[in-house]
T-cell receptor
Framework: NAGVTQTPKFRILKIGQSMTLQCAQD?????MYWYRQDPGMGLKLIYY???????DKGEVPNGYNVSRSTTEDFPLRLELAAPSQTSVYFC??????????FGPGTRLLVL | DQQVKQNSPSLSVQEGRISILNCDYT??????FLWYKKYPAEGPTFLIS?????DKNEDGRFTVFLNKSAKHLSLHIVPSQPGDSAVYFC????????????FGAGTRLAVHP
């Protein structure tokens, strides 16, 4: 199993550009999550999904969108990138009985 | 409003000694607590957890203690090893909350030979 994979590893965006951060898991987990981690801070939940077709907002959803068309994939969309979205983004997944497994992260810089 | 706080940004310990990492929380409704370990350029990995119905959970060199009245938990690592050098995050969740985790800011542990 590859576990949770995220692409890209690193990206530089200009203000106002858009991009999609990809997340995939091969563990057949129903639950998936997107977090962001700012320097010196803990991870904050952006969006989560409890299954294909079902998503909901976390603590810091503004400026982001998600979709969950399959069990495996949970992409995070930034429509109009802003400097405040410079962060490291982590995707995670879990089954009902387990704790969350995290991907390696995507480092995003918005200039 | 930080619901989960790790007030020590860093901790330095000699190899073989005990490392104690602390975490405080404000929401008395939290009923599940976890510790994650994070190496640079990697995602967090689960280390150990404790339910609010317990006050101690042990897994090898790692022990987590929970003091509900003080809203405080701690992670003990005995003996500490250089490979334990990492950032440790405390996290809390509510049952029925789809396991949405609230994280502390992390403590960077450095274990010196």
């Amino acid at each position: 199993n590859a576990g949770v994979t995220q692409t890209p590893k690193f990206r530089i965006l200009k203000i106002g550009q858009s991009m999609t951060l990809q997340c995939a898991q091969d563990m057949n987990h129903n639950y998936m999550y997107w977090y962001r981690q700012d320097p010196g801070m803990g991870l904050k939940l952006i969006y989560y999904s409890v299954g294909a077709g079902i998503t909901d907002k976390g603590e810091v959803p503004n400026g982001y969108n998600v979709s969950r068309s399959t069990t495996e994939d949970f992409p995070l969309r930034l429509e109009l990138a802003a400097p405040s979205q410079t962060s490291v983004y982590f995707c995670a997944s879990r089954s009902v009985q387990e704790t969350q497994y995290f991907g390696p992260g995507t480092r995003l810089l918005v200039l | 409003d930080q619901q989960v706080k790790q007030n020590s940004p860093s901790l330095s310990v000699q190899e073989g000694r005990i490392s104690i990492l602390n975490c405080d929380y404000t929401n008395s409704m939290f009923d599940y607590f976890l510790w994650y370990k994070k190496y640079p350029a990697e995602g967090p990995t689960f280390l150990i957890s404790i339910s609010s119905i317990k006050d101690k959970n042990e897994d090898g060199r790692f022990t987590v203690f929970l003091n509900k009245s003080a809203k405080h938990l701690s992670l003990h690592i005995v003996p500490s090893q250089p490979g334990d050098s990492a950032v440790y995050f405390c996290a809390a969740s509510l049952s029925g909350g789809y396991n949405k985790l609230i994280f502390g800011a992390g403590t960077r542990l450095a274990v010196h030979p």
